[in-house]
């Protein structure tokens, strides 16, 4: 019948007056995000809270926009020194590139997606400054230890 | 009391209804029309944001009054006070009880309808003296469908008129007192229901209410009229759209349902809470209106006239004949039966 379309519409208002409203109180109420979720990059830490990051520079090579930039030191005995590890949030486009390039699983794309900031200054986040990079053999060597503990002596540098 | 002491009372009531109203209805709108679209409407000003709009005025009164360059400053100036000056006219023939009233108007329904008729004069003042094209769209369009939906908003009221014989808004709420077959309560909108859905139809055009806000189309218009308007000016022209849906709405609960009245309580046991049940039936009028608001969206210009001229005019002829030849059966009954 001509105009019970209208009445189809009311309906559907006050059903949704009755409801209640599905608003997430912002700032006081935050929603849990997705496991994968690609927010602001961020450093990995081993459990005595040095570094995952081996200063290898695979991330870097990865990054589209060119974003990211290690500030390395190689010491006398090859042993690396990560003075800066540069990152410019206001530029990164979360597209997790270089946490895929990270053969050592050092970086990841973190949640804090709150990265709103009054000075553009603070944009440019410095992710490692002056701490010693993992030693890849070292980490190379753990890494099947852990995964693998019934793997055979040795390992590759052995 | 000297009578012009009395009258002045009276004009600071009205005027004190009217700010109230406004203060009242922003926040409700913005509550209806947040909950009906699954969201929460204003929260943070008091408790359950009860204190926002109390909040925008004091904004609205501390703000630059913002002259632009170009405008017709007479006008410009004018425009707000002749949109606001007869939203407060019209609350003078309300009967809000049989005491309760402004004035006891003989020709109250048309006095309000008249003064009505001036605000759209206003919006077009606004609208060109803002020297702005969107402005000035608004401005003629809100002319063009006001005037054109003031013929069927006065013909729609017409029958009820008829069956009445007065147009003192009380004398129609009194016509009203009493109960058909002894359990209908004797309103006019159950024998008058087409003149009702006309004057509701009319009403939301005259009101500039979606769906056919025309005059103010934020998608197209910007704000329509009201956009080159900034503090206290646009304060008025906000204020005098929210007054002027109480108008509308206490014109159609005086009309069609009963003003004070409840049903199957007497005219006299309701007399001392009368201004209560009469304004609670003209705020459930009024959520009516924002229920379509938050519902419909805006019809074209083209469409409305059309809906206007071709459809509402005719119809409402039609139903003014239709009441015209039952009443004259009616009292020529006996003798054609007979």
Known sequence: ?158 | MSPALVIVLRILAALGLMLANGVVLIYMLRKVLGHLHLRLGPVHVGPKGVFQTTMDVLKLLSKEDVWPSGVDRALFYLAPMVVFVPSLMAYAALAFSETWRITDLATGLLYTFAVLSIVPIGILMAGWASANKWSLLGGMRAAAQQIAYEVPLLLSVLPVVMIVGSLNLGDVVLAQDGMWLGFLPKWFVLPQLPAFVLFAVAGLVELNQTPFDMSEAESELVSGFATEYSAMKFGLLFLSEFSNSFVISALGVTLFFGGWLVPWVSSEAIQPIAPVVFMIKVYIGIFVMMWIRGTFPRVRIDQLMQLGWKWLIPASLGWIMVTGLVMKLWQLGPQVVG
């Open chain 1, 1 to 158: 019948m001509w105009g019970t379309g209208l009445i189809k519409g009311l309906a559907i208002t006050m059903r949704n007056l009755a409801r209640g409203p599905i608003t997430v109180k912002y700032p006081y109420e935050k929603l849990e995000l997705p496991e994968r979720a690609r927010w602001a990059v961020a450093p990995k830490f081993d459990a005595s809270g040095n570094p995952k990051c081996t200063a290898c520079m695979a991330c870097v090579r990865a990054c589209p926009d060119y974003i990211l930039d290690l500030e390395v030191h190689t010491a006398q005995d090859k042993s690396k020194h990560v003075e800066h590890f540069r990152y410019e949030v206001g530029a990164c486009m979360m597209c997790g590139l270089c946490v895929e390039a990270c053969p050592f699983d050092a970086i990841e794309m973190s949640h804090d997606y709150e990265l709103a900031v009054t000075d553009p200054e603070a944009l440019a986040y410095d992710l490692l400054t002056d701490v010693d990079a993992a030693s890849p053999k070292r980490a190379r060597a753990e890494k099947p230890a852990a995964e693998k503990p019934a793997a055979e002596g040795g390992g590759p540098d052995a």
